[in-house]
Protein backbone atom coordinates (compact mmCIF):
# COMPACT_ATOMS: atom_id res chain seq x y z
CA UNK A 1 0.00 0.00 0.00
CA UNK A 2 1.13 3.20 -1.14
CA UNK A 3 1.68 6.67 1.31
CA UNK A 4 -1.55 7.99 -0.31
CA UNK A 5 -3.16 4.55 -0.26
CA UNK A 6 -2.59 4.77 3.20
CA UNK A 7 -3.48 8.01 4.33
CA UNK A 8 -6.93 7.83 2.42
CA UNK A 9 -7.52 4.05 4.50
CA UNK A 10 -7.02 5.70 7.91
CA UNK A 11 -9.66 8.68 6.71
CA UNK A 12 -6.59 11.34 6.57
CA UNK A 13 -5.98 13.90 3.77
CA UNK A 14 -2.93 12.61 1.71
CA UNK A 15 -0.16 15.23 2.36
CA UNK A 16 3.13 15.70 -0.10
CA UNK A 17 5.42 16.00 2.64
CA UNK A 18 4.56 11.92 3.51
CA UNK A 19 8.01 10.25 2.77
CA UNK A 20 8.13 6.76 1.62
CA UNK A 21 10.96 3.74 1.97
CA UNK A 22 12.63 2.50 -0.60
CA UNK A 23 11.13 -0.70 -0.07
CA UNK A 24 7.65 0.86 0.07
CA UNK A 25 9.00 2.51 -3.60
CA UNK A 26 10.22 -1.15 -4.60
CA UNK A 27 6.97 -2.88 -4.11
CA UNK A 28 4.83 -0.01 -5.33
CA UNK A 29 6.98 -0.02 -8.93
CA UNK A 30 6.66 -3.94 -9.11
CA UNK A 31 2.77 -3.82 -8.46
CA UNK A 32 2.42 -1.08 -11.32
CA UNK A 33 5.05 -2.76 -13.44
CA UNK A 34 3.13 -6.02 -13.40
CA UNK A 35 -0.25 -4.09 -14.30
CA UNK A 36 1.53 -2.16 -17.23
CA UNK A 37 2.81 -6.01 -18.27
CA UNK A 38 -0.59 -7.70 -17.85
CA UNK A 39 -2.17 -4.81 -19.81
CA UNK A 40 0.22 -4.81 -22.50
CA UNK A 41 0.46 -9.01 -22.89
CA UNK A 42 -3.71 -8.44 -23.03
CA UNK A 43 -3.70 -5.37 -25.60
CA UNK A 44 -1.42 -8.05 -27.82
CA UNK A 45 -3.74 -10.91 -27.95
CA UNK A 46 -6.35 -8.68 -28.54
CA UNK A 47 -4.29 -7.00 -31.94
CA UNK A 48 -3.25 -10.28 -32.58
CA UNK A 49 -6.64 -11.38 -33.49
CA UNK A 50 -7.46 -8.18 -35.21
CA UNK A 51 -4.35 -8.02 -37.06
CA UNK A 52 -6.05 -8.58 -40.55
CA UNK A 53 -7.44 -4.95 -41.01
CA UNK A 54 -4.42 -3.30 -39.68
CA UNK A 55 -2.65 -5.71 -42.20
CA UNK A 56 -4.52 -4.19 -45.02
CA UNK A 57 -4.75 -0.79 -43.57
CA UNK A 58 -0.74 -0.92 -43.41
CA UNK A 59 -0.42 -2.59 -47.16
CA UNK A 60 -3.06 -0.08 -48.90
CA UNK A 61 -0.15 2.83 -50.07
CA UNK A 62 1.30 -0.11 -52.11
CA UNK A 63 -2.15 -0.68 -53.45
CA UNK A 64 -2.36 2.84 -54.03
CA UNK A 65 0.60 2.70 -56.11
CA UNK A 66 -0.84 -0.54 -58.03
CA UNK A 67 -3.53 1.88 -59.01
CA UNK A 68 -1.18 4.74 -59.99
CA UNK A 69 0.95 2.69 -62.47
CA UNK A 70 -0.80 -0.13 -63.31
CA UNK A 71 1.63 -2.58 -61.77
CA UNK A 72 -0.42 -5.83 -60.61
CA UNK A 73 2.95 -7.60 -59.42
CA UNK A 74 3.77 -5.15 -56.70
CA UNK A 75 2.71 -6.77 -53.01
CA UNK A 76 3.64 -7.19 -50.00
CA UNK A 77 5.89 -10.66 -49.54
CA UNK A 78 6.73 -13.36 -47.46
CA UNK A 79 9.81 -14.75 -47.98
CA UNK A 80 9.83 -17.68 -45.04
CA UNK A 81 7.50 -20.43 -43.78
CA UNK A 82 7.24 -18.24 -40.62
CA UNK A 83 7.67 -14.69 -42.13
CA UNK A 84 3.90 -14.07 -42.09
CA UNK A 85 3.52 -15.04 -38.50
CA UNK A 86 6.68 -13.26 -37.19
CA UNK A 87 4.87 -10.40 -39.15
CA UNK A 88 1.91 -10.72 -37.00
CA UNK A 89 3.40 -10.66 -33.90
CA UNK A 90 5.53 -7.51 -34.42
CA UNK A 91 2.32 -5.78 -35.39
CA UNK A 92 0.77 -7.46 -32.37
CA UNK A 93 3.37 -6.16 -30.02
CA UNK A 94 3.51 -2.52 -31.60
CA UNK A 95 -0.32 -2.45 -31.48
CA UNK A 96 -0.28 -3.85 -27.36
CA UNK A 97 2.01 -1.01 -26.71
CA UNK A 98 -0.11 1.32 -28.22
CA UNK A 99 -3.33 -0.18 -27.06
CA UNK A 100 -2.58 -0.37 -23.50
CA UNK A 101 -0.94 2.75 -23.45
CA UNK A 102 -3.53 4.31 -20.70
CA UNK A 103 -3.06 2.18 -18.44
CA UNK A 104 0.90 1.70 -18.58
CA UNK A 105 0.77 5.96 -18.77
CA UNK A 106 -1.55 6.15 -15.89
CA UNK A 107 0.96 3.61 -14.08
CA UNK A 108 3.96 5.44 -14.95
CA UNK A 109 2.20 9.16 -13.70
CA UNK A 110 0.51 7.55 -10.37
CA UNK A 111 4.16 6.54 -9.74
CA UNK A 112 5.72 9.66 -10.01
CA UNK A 113 2.93 12.00 -9.13
CA UNK A 114 3.18 11.90 -5.48
CA UNK A 115 6.63 13.66 -5.45
CA UNK A 116 6.01 16.11 -7.55
CA UNK A 117 4.83 19.95 -6.77
CA UNK A 118 1.29 21.34 -7.59
CA UNK A 119 3.07 23.12 -10.66
CA UNK A 120 4.93 20.92 -11.85
CA UNK A 121 2.26 18.37 -12.16
CA UNK A 122 0.45 21.34 -14.01
CA UNK A 123 3.09 21.56 -16.66
CA UNK A 124 2.99 17.94 -17.02
CA UNK A 125 0.03 17.97 -17.79
CA UNK A 126 -0.34 20.83 -19.82
CA UNK A 127 2.95 19.34 -21.65
CA UNK A 128 1.39 15.71 -22.39
CA UNK A 129 -2.07 17.04 -23.48
CA UNK A 130 -0.28 19.09 -26.28
CA UNK A 131 2.22 16.25 -27.06
CA UNK A 132 -0.09 13.35 -27.40
CA UNK A 133 -2.42 15.15 -30.26
CA UNK A 134 0.56 16.30 -32.17
CA UNK A 135 2.91 13.06 -32.04
CA UNK A 136 -0.44 11.35 -34.19
CA UNK A 137 -0.98 14.11 -36.31
CA UNK A 138 2.61 13.26 -37.16
CA UNK A 139 1.72 9.74 -37.62
CA UNK A 140 -1.50 10.63 -39.87
CA UNK A 141 0.93 12.56 -42.10
CA UNK A 142 3.72 9.95 -42.44
CA UNK A 143 0.93 8.02 -43.53
CA UNK A 144 -0.23 10.67 -46.09
CA UNK A 145 3.08 11.03 -47.93
CA UNK A 146 3.69 6.90 -47.97
CA UNK A 147 1.77 6.70 -50.88
CA UNK A 148 4.03 9.14 -52.66
CA UNK A 149 7.43 7.38 -51.22
CA UNK A 150 6.63 4.43 -52.63
CA UNK A 151 6.27 5.82 -55.42
CA UNK A 152 8.68 7.59 -56.20
CA UNK A 153 10.75 4.61 -55.21
CA UNK A 154 9.21 2.70 -57.51
CA UNK A 155 10.33 4.85 -60.12
CA UNK A 156 13.53 3.64 -59.44
CA UNK A 157 12.69 0.18 -60.64
CA UNK A 158 14.61 -1.22 -64.24
CA UNK A 159 12.82 -1.53 -66.85
CA UNK A 160 11.65 -5.54 -66.72
CA UNK A 161 11.98 -5.43 -62.63
CA UNK A 162 9.35 -6.45 -60.69
CA UNK A 163 8.74 -5.12 -57.09
CA UNK A 164 8.01 -7.68 -54.10
CA UNK A 165 8.15 -5.73 -51.29
CA UNK A 166 9.43 -7.63 -47.84
CA UNK A 167 6.52 -7.45 -45.58
CA UNK A 168 8.30 -7.14 -42.44
CA UNK A 169 11.32 -4.63 -43.50
CA UNK A 170 8.14 -2.81 -45.54
CA UNK A 171 6.26 -2.40 -41.56
CA UNK A 172 9.60 -1.45 -40.05
CA UNK A 173 9.87 1.70 -42.65
CA UNK A 174 6.64 2.89 -41.89
CA UNK A 175 7.10 2.63 -38.38
CA UNK A 176 10.06 4.37 -38.51
CA UNK A 177 9.06 7.13 -40.54
CA UNK A 178 5.59 7.47 -38.47
CA UNK A 179 7.84 7.77 -35.15
CA UNK A 180 10.42 10.33 -36.49
CA UNK A 181 7.55 12.57 -38.39
CA UNK A 182 5.52 12.03 -35.18
CA UNK A 183 8.33 12.98 -32.80
CA UNK A 184 9.34 15.94 -34.99
CA UNK A 185 6.05 17.58 -34.73
CA UNK A 186 6.29 16.80 -30.83
CA UNK A 187 9.67 18.98 -30.64
CA UNK A 188 7.53 22.04 -30.44
CA UNK A 189 6.65 21.14 -26.85
CA UNK A 190 10.35 19.87 -26.16
CA UNK A 191 11.06 23.66 -26.75
CA UNK A 192 8.73 25.14 -24.81
CA UNK A 193 9.64 22.46 -21.54
CA UNK A 194 13.22 23.96 -22.13
CA UNK A 195 12.07 27.38 -21.86
CA UNK A 196 10.08 26.67 -19.10
CA UNK A 197 12.84 24.76 -17.28
CA UNK A 198 14.76 27.77 -18.02
CA UNK A 199 17.51 26.33 -20.43
CA UNK A 200 16.83 28.30 -23.38
CA UNK A 201 14.45 31.66 -23.63
CA UNK A 202 11.97 32.99 -26.24
CA UNK A 203 14.66 35.18 -27.81
CA UNK A 204 17.17 32.28 -28.22
CA UNK A 205 14.11 30.39 -30.02
CA UNK A 206 13.20 33.16 -32.17
CA UNK A 207 16.59 33.56 -33.57
CA UNK A 208 16.68 30.23 -34.17
CA UNK A 209 13.12 30.42 -37.19
CA UNK A 210 16.12 30.10 -40.13
CA UNK A 211 17.60 27.12 -39.64
CA UNK A 212 14.41 25.88 -38.62
CA UNK A 213 12.83 26.21 -41.48
CA UNK A 214 15.66 25.07 -43.29
CA UNK A 215 15.57 21.91 -41.75
CA UNK A 216 12.06 21.61 -41.81
CA UNK A 217 12.49 22.36 -45.52
CA UNK A 218 15.12 19.33 -46.00
CA UNK A 219 13.02 16.99 -43.99
CA UNK A 220 10.20 17.64 -46.29
CA UNK A 221 11.97 17.48 -49.47
CA UNK A 222 13.58 14.12 -48.12
CA UNK A 223 9.97 12.75 -46.87
CA UNK A 224 8.11 13.63 -50.46
CA UNK A 225 9.14 13.16 -53.97
CA UNK A 226 10.38 15.84 -56.11
CA UNK A 227 7.80 15.94 -58.22
CA UNK A 228 5.10 17.05 -55.29
CA UNK A 229 5.93 20.29 -54.90
CA UNK A 230 2.72 20.79 -52.68
CA UNK A 231 3.17 18.18 -50.27
CA UNK A 232 6.66 19.03 -49.66
CA UNK A 233 5.81 22.78 -49.12
CA UNK A 234 2.35 21.81 -46.85
CA UNK A 235 4.83 19.40 -44.59
CA UNK A 236 7.58 22.25 -44.43
CA UNK A 237 5.24 25.13 -43.70
CA UNK A 238 3.45 22.65 -40.84
CA UNK A 239 6.80 22.30 -39.25
CA UNK A 240 8.03 26.24 -39.56
CA UNK A 241 4.54 27.10 -38.09
CA UNK A 242 5.37 24.60 -35.24
CA UNK A 243 8.46 26.07 -34.39
CA UNK A 244 7.21 29.56 -34.25
CA UNK A 245 4.59 28.77 -32.55
CA UNK A 246 6.59 27.54 -29.59
CA UNK A 247 8.86 30.60 -29.69
CA UNK A 248 5.67 32.46 -29.31
CA UNK A 249 4.62 30.47 -26.28
CA UNK A 250 8.01 30.56 -24.82
CA UNK A 251 7.91 34.66 -25.18
CA UNK A 252 5.31 34.75 -23.58
CA UNK A 253 6.35 32.16 -20.57
CA UNK A 254 9.58 34.80 -20.39
CA UNK A 255 7.17 38.31 -20.13
CA UNK A 256 5.35 36.18 -17.19
CA UNK A 257 8.37 35.32 -15.59
CA UNK A 258 9.33 38.98 -15.76
CA UNK A 259 6.67 40.29 -14.20
CA UNK A 260 6.55 38.04 -11.33
CA UNK A 261 10.21 39.00 -10.66
CA UNK A 262 9.84 42.94 -10.78
CA UNK A 263 6.38 43.83 -12.26
CA UNK A 264 7.62 47.50 -12.31
CA UNK A 265 10.74 45.64 -14.40
CA UNK A 266 10.28 47.92 -18.03
CA UNK A 267 9.85 45.19 -21.44
CA UNK A 268 13.12 44.19 -23.01
CA UNK A 269 13.56 45.51 -26.59
CA UNK A 270 12.99 42.73 -29.22
Not at 17 to 43: C, N, P, Y
Not at 58 to 72: S, T
Not at 172 to 186: A, N, P
Not at 192 to 204: C, D, E, Q, R, Y
Request: aromatic content about 12%; proline content about 5%; hydrophobic content about 60%.
Amino acid sequence: MTALESAAAEGKKPRRDRTMSLKGHLVEFRKRLMISAAAIVVAMIVAFIIADPIIAFLAHPVELVNERRGDDFAALNFSGVTSAFDFRMRIAFTLGIFFAAPIWLWQIWAFIMPGLTRKEIRYTISFVAAAIPLFFAGCYVALTVMPHIIELMWGFTPEGGVNFYDAPTYYDFIFKLMLVVGISFVLPVFLVALNVAGIMSGHTILKGWRVAVLIATIFAALATPAADVISMLLLAGILSVLYVLAALVSLLFDRRKRKRADPLLPEPKA
